[in-house]
């Protein structure tokens, strides 16, 4: 049950985060870009493969986000990962998801 509360704490912070940034990322300075473009689809699936092997909790959350949460002990993050066909960007940032990410969108073609 606590999970349970935990998770929708999460889930609600990471939406208000996103409902209260008032300007859109800059696509040039802000998005992480692919080396290639996939499929909306492809680029979903393989964040979040690399979110679940890195020991994330991914919670679909629009066509083009996904909440990412990680538990461990008593601490919790929580970052939203927004993608398109050729980029990514991560609210807050977290390097080693979004290394983890890198990782597995560049490896495919």
Known sequence: ???????????LL??????????????TTDYV??????????????????GEE?????TEFTNHAILAEK??????KAVTIHFS???????PANSDLQSAIEDKLNGEK
């Open 1 to 11: 049950m606590r999970n349970k509360f935990l998770r929708l704490t999460l889930l």
């Open 14 to 27: 990471s939406s208000l985060v996103i409902i209260g940034c008032s300007t859109s990322p800059n696509p």
């Open 33 to 50: 870009q692919l080396s290639h473009k996939m499929s909306l689809s492809k680029v979903h699936q393989l964040i979040v493969k690399a």
């Open 54 to 58: 890195n020991g994330w909790i991914m």
């Open 71 to 76: 538990i461990k002990d008593q601490s919790s």
């Open 85 to 91: 066909e050729d980029s990514f960007h991560l609210t």
